[in-house]
């Protein structure tokens, strides 16, 4: 909330000039009626034409501030809106990105239900529930001091109905917990994300409809909630206009019989009616405020979620990462499982050694890697490169001397050029085509490459993400299962170009395959998240242990 004020109080010059305009723009609507009322009432004395002439004049004169002070409270505070709202963006997206470790975790449906709906609905923050009371305030003190000075006992029946609508109705309306439809929409917008993105297997699995059902029975739970929302608004509003037109009555009433007694001059009834019957204008808004208080609240906390989860980056540094790598006891688990996913791990890694793990399926080869790549923060151990602890690394520059080629590798939509000018921007067309050659790619640098390479095989990705990797000039290759989707000659041939390439760098590369392991220094054996074997594949075999027998299955 704080936060949000902060926000706000960037733009300060231009939130002071809405309240400013709004403030105007409530008076002046006050200040035209009262006029009218007093305009009306004196021409029925037959005054002197010239006093006709001036109070038409001021009524002009209202009339054009208010509709000018309108308009410029409207664009002003529209204004602050946008502003804030880039703001917000901003922050948020800053925020997200180092979030990379918990985003995992979240459904896409959900993720993309708090960067959407919830960031839009901060922007109510100022215009619905900061800037409303702020103005009513000032014109409700500004009005009743007004007619204080006509009569204690109109003012008294204002201030009452104006308590009335500003706190006694919403606090009797919203004093109990109330149910938004925020949930509910959360929860559609997360279903219908499943939908879209598995509709062919549901189609294909027979399911489309029971997923068809419940998205239905979703929608029409987030109807009713929704319903249910706009009837209690309604209902603050009706009790609102209710109460206005109660005052307007009372102030007849009361102005009528003060006349009678003469407390209070004829001549200025009308103008009192019509100013007790405006000053409500501004109290409309202040139904909607504690809706769009709960909106807020629920929306930051919902952000908040995310983003608070930090993970802290490094202040250091490297020079270069042609240095040793160390891990001793290392142990991860996932936020959100049950037992390690790797435990324990020793490794020593020198400088310019090429180093293989294997293991079967789950047994954290992955997730390994990605504790290289800094993606998450180990549970126990300890991690140096060279003589420094991972943490103390900032990470941009531990990526600036890594390159990675992972099990899935993204291409943005543009061309074969542009996806590999990603890796090394100043690299020449030559480099390019010869990085394609090497990964045995024979396509053009024009060739056009769909969102997420939507229009290239499985192994035409895998043949772009190499050459990617040969273009970056880097001292540590990181590798997850890299030819899986090739036929055995290529396989056969980017692997040789893959050793050459990589002849003075340091390469971790995980694999299924036991073929080409003796040109590794080290292979590390994993099971069920801990290191069970490790050496020269010749060590291995002798070993007689799990690698042999991978060995002689394979
Ligand atoms: N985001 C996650 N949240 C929770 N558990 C996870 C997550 N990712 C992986 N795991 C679990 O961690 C363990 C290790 O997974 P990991 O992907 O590292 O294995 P792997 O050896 O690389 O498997 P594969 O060879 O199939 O790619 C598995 O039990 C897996 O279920």
């Known amino acids: 909330m704080q936060q949000l004020l902060q926000m706000i109080w960037t733009d300060k010059k231009n939130v002071l000039l809405a309240l400013l305009a709004g403030t105007v723009s409530g008076l002046t609507a006050v200040a035209l009626f009262a006029q009218s009322g007093l305009l009306i009432s004196k021409a029925a004395l037959m005054p002197p034409f010239y006093v006709i002439l001036i109070l038409t004049a001021f009524l002009k004169l209202f009339g054009v501030t208010k509709s000018a002070s309108k308009y410029a409270e ?9 502003q804030f709202i880039s703001i917000l963006r901003l922050d948020f997206f800053k925020k997200l990105l180092p979030q990379a470790h918990v985003l995992n975790n979240y459904k896409s449906g959900d993720l993309l239900a708090r960067i959407t709906n919830d960031v839009e609905m901060l922007q109510n923050f100022f215009l619905r529930v900061l800037y409303p009371p702020f103005i009513a305030l000032l014109v409700f003190l500004a009005t009743i001091l007004f007619t204080l000075f006509f ?44 939908y879209f993105y598995g509709y062919r297997d549901l189609l294909l699995h027979n399911q489309l409809q029971a997923s068809k059902k419940t998205l239905s029975t979703l929608h029409t739970s987030y109807s009713s909630t929704r319903r249910k929302e706009l009837d209690r608004e309604q209902t603050s509003y009706l009790w609102n206009q209710l109460i206005a037109l109660l005052t307007g009555f009372s102030v007849v009433f009361v102005g009528a019989y003060l006349t009678t007694i003469g407390q209070l001059e004829g001549v200025y009834l009308a103008m009192i009616v019509l100013v ?17 208080a709960k909106h807020t609240k629920k929306a930051i906390e919902q952000l908040e979620e995310i983003t608070s989860k930090k993970i802290t980056d490094g202040t250091i540094d490297l020079i270069d990462l042609k240095q040793s790598i160390q891990l001793r006891n290392v142990s ?3 936020p959100s499982a049950t037992r390690l996913a790797i435990e324990n791990i020793t490794m020593d890694i020198r400088a310019g050694e090429k180093v293989a ?8 080869k992955s997730t390994l890697l990605q504790l290289f790549m800094k993606e998450f923060k180990r549970n126990h151990g300890e991690f140096f490169i060279g003589d420094d602890d991972i943490d103390r690394i900032r990470i941009s520059s531990l990526y600036e001397h890594m390159s990675t080629m992972l099990q899935h590798n993204h291409f943005f939509s543009g061309t074969i050029k542009s996806n590999l000018l990603f890796a090394n921007l100043k690299a020449a067309d030559v480099t390019l085509q010869q990085a394609l050659t090497k990964a045995c790619l024979t396509k053009n640098l024009e060739d056009p490459i769909f969102e997420k390479g939507g229009n290239l095989s499985g192994g035409e990705k895998q043949r772009l993400a190499f050459a990617r990797l040969l273009l970056k000039e880097s001292d540590l290759w990181i590798i997850d299962e890299p030819f899986t989707s090739l036929d055995i000659q290529t396989e056969q041939a980017l692997f040789n170009t893959l050793m050459n390439e990589a002849h003075k760098k340091t390469l971790i590369m995980v694999t299924h395959k036991l073929t080409n392991l003796d040109q590794f220094d080290c292979i590390f054996v994993m099971q069920q998240g801990q290191i069970v074997e490790s050496g020269t594949e010749e060590q291995l075999l002798a070993k007689q242990g799990l690698y042999y027998s991978m060995y002689h299955k394979k």
């Open 74 to 82: 409207r664009y002003i505070s529209h204004r602050v809106t946008f």
């Open 151 to 194: 009569s204690p006992w109109i003012a008294f029946i204002l201030l009452i109905g104006i308590v009335l609508t500003s706190i006694v109705i919403p606090y009797a309306l919203f004093r109990r917990p109330f149910q938004t439809a925020t949930a509910e929409k959360k929860q559609l917008t997360v279903n219908a994300t499943e």
């Open 276 to 292: 007790s019957l405006t000053v409500f204008e501004s109290a409309v808004p202040l139904s909607m405020v504690p809706i769009f």
């Open 332 to 334: 991860y688990q996932y």
């Open 357 to 364: 793990i294997i293991g079967p399926s789950g047994s954290g």
